[in-house]
């Protein structure tokens, strides 16, 4: 497993933008997936994207694609989340997941084995 810690998070007014950086520790870090997730309160945690080991492949949720993109530099054991065109429904807590799983599908929520402790995202309207 790796250790993930997020960071980015913050208050900004709808339109804006924000990049969410996700530090991973350990020397596997390039041969995991990494995922992105949001919860917002009073709702079950859903997918909004995720990244192959060598960033060749990308899957977004339809309520973000065009607006999200997800990258990642495996040099520094980091993955991001750039989010423009903020809505107030994108306001939720969001969490960055390793999965050792790959392939050309996207990955169900439950294989992803390693979690950070999310980092809050606030969109004022």
């Known amino acids: 497993q790796v250790q993930l810690v997020e960071s980015g998070g913050g208050l900004v007014q709808a339109g804006g933008s924000l990049r969410l950086s996700c530090a991973a520790s350990?020397?596997?870090?390039?041969?995991?997936?990494m995922g992105w997730f949001r919860q917002a309160p009073g709702k079950e945690r859903e997918f909004v994207a995720h990244?192959?080991?060598?960033?060749?492949?990308?899957y977004y949720a339809s309520s973000v694609k065009g607006r999200f993109t997800i990258s990642r530099d495996n040099a520094k054991n980091t993955v991001y989340l750039q989010m423009n065109s903020l809505k107030p429904e994108d306001t939720a807590r969001y969490y960055c997941?390793?999965?050792?799983?790959?392939?050309?599908?996207?990955?169900?929520?439950?294989?992803?084995?390693?979690w950070g402790q999310g980092t809050q995202v606030t969109v004022s309207s």
């Open positions: 350990g020397r596997t870090f390039s041969t995991y997936t």
């Open positions: 990244i192959s080991y060598s960033g060749s492949t990308r």
């Open positions: 997941a390793a999965s050792s799983r790959s392939g050309r599908v996207v990955i169900p929520m439950s294989d992803f084995e390693s």
